[in-house]
């Protein structure tokens, strides 16, 4: 098994790109080194030395800490814009409606083909569907910004534990990495051998792209269904990928999809819905968890092969 934190040159030759000749930094060393990046080190740095918890529990902890306090309140903001669009779903239908039959009756009135006719339909149903945003301040685009925040924290961490692993940081750190695991990961520079990590990773990422995947209850669009399999792949292609990066990478992302589970699983409570202000909707459960268990088994039951 190749031990990344035993060969930084190979990662550096890897991560270097079209300027790497000659020995000049490619863009994953430039990132490695950036102000965020070191933000981040010196974050971890200080949360280890103020809990004086092994580096194991100090990475879970962070991950725990960031997710916490920085993506769910965004996670909920998401739930809210969610429940809000959901709500607008009678009102455009019964506008789509009405603008149909007064296009249709322009339509016959100046002669309009069948193609000019459907223009016009579309072109007037987009103005209407954005003033609508507009109106109850609910823009499908703002539903992405969990994704724009959580990703970029995401990529600085896993570099500032590549830093300390591969000892970019120091050779102390990498020396306390090199014995702060617990179990079959005790060394947190080496892959995990046994890829119970990785796949666990995978496994967890999964469910929360299906749970997510289960709780929409609007009619699903063909980019939606995209961006879905899209998740699922990334889920599987990260199984490889935590296999070959430092034990302490793979645990932090492990530790975060596990706190992004649970935030997902929150989410679902009625109570913790109305304790963060999200409208109700008329795809509310009174049972939630009963409902999502029951979609998960529809989805992948077999027993209609079997009929």
Not at 59 to 87: C, F, M
Not at 96 to 120: F, I, M, N, P, T
Request: with cysteine.
């Amino acid at each position: 098994m190749w031990r990344l934190a035993r060969a930084p040159a190979a990662l550096a030759a890897a991560g270097a790109g079209p300027g790497g000749r000659g020995g000049a930094e490619g863009w994953y060393e430039w990132a490695a080194r950036s102000a965020p990046v070191h933000w981040a080190e010196s974050g971890l740095a200080a949360l280890q030395e103020a809990t004086g918890l092994p580096w194991w529990a100090a990475i879970a902890g962070g991950a725990a800490v960031l997710r916490t306090a920085v993506t769910l309140p965004l996670a909920a903001q998401q739930g809210r814009l969610l429940a809000k669009l959901e709500n607008l779903q009678p009102e455009i239908k019964e506008l789509a409606q009405r603008l149909r039959y007064e296009v249709s009756v322009r339509g016959k009135q100046l002669g309009w083909s069948e193609k000019v006719a459907r223009l016009h339909f579309a072109r007037n149903m987009r103005r209407i569907v954005t003033e609508l945003y507009i109106r109850d301040n609910c823009h499908p685009f703002k539903a992405t910004l969990l994704l724009w925040v959580q990703v970029p924290m995401w990529v600085c961490v896993s570099l500032a534990l590549r830093n300390c692993s591969v000892g970019a940081r120091s050779s102390a750190v990498q020396e306390q990495f090199s014995s702060g695991g617990a179990l079959w990961f005790t060394d947190l520079t080496a892959p995990d051998s046994t890829w119970i990590l990785p796949v666990s990773l995978g496994l967890v990422n999964l469910l929360v792209v299906e749970i997510f995947a289960s709780q929409t209850k609007m009619p699903v669009s063909r980019l939606q269904k995209l961006v879905t399999n899209f998740f699922r792949t990334v889920s599987v292609v990260m199984i490889p990928v935590a296999a070959t990066v430092p034990s302490s990478m793979a645990l932090y992302w492990l530790s975060s999809s596990l706190v992004g589970l649970s935030h997902n699983l929150l989410l679902r409570s009625p109570a913790f819905r109305r304790l963060c202000r999200i409208p109700r909707t008329t795809s509310d459960s009174a049972t939630p968890y009963r409902d999502m268990l029951a979609a998960l088994a529809t989805k992948y039951s077999f027993k209609k092969q079997h009929l």
